[in-house]
């Protein structure tokens, strides 16, 4: 069961960021504020994008780079990291098969974090879908996720 609250309000950082932006200059640490855990995906490859946004419904404001971290699900041990572009772009190297926890968040922690297990194989063959994560300003009870295009 998901609670949503709606606040309106204007949030400087939400908007998209531009070429001075901060970076993630510290490595991103493990981080779980789900009140909820979302149902787990299964992906052979991890890329996609992070956007923006605000209200209920959601209203996209734009792309956002964002810091990620993929860690083990047991113990929490950081196992690849990878930064999105100023499009929101990211993709991660190659990945071994397990469960994990894609851990996401800003550079300026404006944002609530995103933590999402995630299953990572190496079969079936063909297309994989790109994950989008959907970043939701912090301090709010609907919080930041993951899902598919």
Known sequence: MRCHL??????????PFNAQSPTCKSPIEYGNRNQVDPKRSTVRRLSGS???????????IGPI??????????????????VADEKGRFKFGSI??????????????SFCLANMP???????SGKTKPLFIHMRPAGIDDCSYGDFK
Request: with cysteine; net charge positive; hydrophobic share 50%.
């Open 6 to 15: 709606t606040i309106i309000f204007v949030l400087a950082s939400a908007l």
């Open 50 to 60: 992070a956007i923006s946004e605000v209200g209920d419904p959601a209203k996209e």
């Open 65 to 82: 780079p964002v810091c990620l971290g993929l860690f083990t699900e047991k113990d929490h041990r950081l196992v690849a990291s990878a």
């Open 96 to 109: 071994p098969s397990g469960r994990f926890r894609l851990v996401v968040r800003d550079p300026l922690n």
């Open 118 to 124: 995630l299953r990572v194989v190496k079969w079936p």
